[in-house]
């Protein structure tokens, strides 16, 4: 597995990820590698706007056709 290093990081925030860790029962490493994860899983801005454009190719563009979309989200579910 690669080694990440980031130099630089302030004192406190060192200490508040500690604290965090520590809450977790993780050490400070386990702890990073994991919030890590779950921001390189989350999708960009930009990923997310090509699935709304995907799912919905027409967004609506009038306060009618937002209700419509309403609507017809409400009677999917």
């Given amino acids: 597995m690669p080694l990440v ?5 302030p004192e406190e ?4 990820l500690k604290a965090r860790a520590k809450e977790k029962g ?8 994991t919030e890590l994860e779950k921001l390189a899983e989350r999708p ?4 997310i706007f ?9 967004i609506p563009t009038t306060v009618d ?3 419509a ?3 017809a989200l409400r009677d999917d579910s």
């Fill in 50 to 58: 090509e699935r709304i454009k995907r799912e919905r190719p027409k």
């Fill in 13 to 16: 925030t060192v200490a508040r």
């Fill in 5 to 9: 290093q980031v130099r630089d990081v």
């Fill in 69 to 71: 979309l309403i609507r």
């Fill in 44 to 47: 960009t801005n930009e990923e």
């Fill in 26 to 33: 993780l050490t400070m490493a386990a702890y990073i590698r």
């Fill in 65 to 67: 056709e937002t209700v």
